[in-house]
């Protein structure tokens, strides 16, 4: 029931995406094998192989797919789990409507990240409690700030007044630092610690 009524929030919304539903991983991992796959929406808890498990799964071998878990749990260590999995945002199922889920697809497909109001607010709170230690001069939390505002590296020079390579360089030194592969993860870190 949650797997149709996602699929139709979808599609109301006016993506132009087509929804194929998976009502297990299993059935997931014939869809994967078989049609081109832009974006997945996965349930954290599935019966059978685990939702985390299959977003682990498609985050290895089909890493260009954008994944989007969700949940109807804030606890910690649910939020902890999709964090780890690296997804590219988080949704809670019991109040996500049509136009969320459009927002949250726009942002994903564009590079960026999407985490629903009530999980921003639950990240912040896992941030003051366990912190990892990431230093920052100001420039960089400057730019960090900027990246996850959805700025591109020539809209950050043009404000900033440095050079497009200067940014450039700026988010290479940030992946290093924050030890992640790639902006997703470096902005889903950001939040995760209280960064922005």
């Not at 089909?62 to 994944?67: G, M």
């Not at 789990?81 to 927002?103: Q, S």
């Not at 996850?148 to 450039?168: D, H, M, P, Q």
């Amino acid at each position: 029931m949650v797997c149709e009524g996602t699929a139709a929030l979808v599609e109301k919304a006016g993506t132009s995406y087509k929804s194929l539903l998976a009502f297990s991983a299993e059935l997931a991992f014939t869809i994967l094998e078989t049609k081109h796959i832009q974006a997945a929406l996965v349930d954290a808890r599935m019966p059978g192989t685990s939702g985390i498990e299959l977003i682990a799964f498609i985050r290895k071998e089909y890493p260009r797919i954008k994944v989007i878990g969700m949940t109807s749990f804030e606890e910690d260590h649910t939020l902890k789990e999709l964090l780890n999995a690296n997804v590219h945002g988080i949704l809670l199922k019991r109040n996500t409507d049509g136009l969320e889920i459009k927002h949250a697809l726009k942002q994903v497909m564009s590079g960026l990240t999407y985490f629903t109001p009530e999980i921003e607010v639950r990240l912040k709170h896992l941030a003051l409690v366990n912190k990892p230690l990431l230093k920052l001069t100001i420039r960089e939390k400057e730019i960090l700030t900027m990246i996850c505002s959805g700025n591109s590296t020539k809209e950050i020079a043009s404000v900033l007044g440095l050079s497009f390579s200067t940014v450039e360089g700026y988010r290479k030194l940030l992946l290093e630092k924050a030890s992640v592969k790639n902006m997703p993860e470096l902005v889903a870190l950001a939040h995760r610690i209280g960064l922005v």
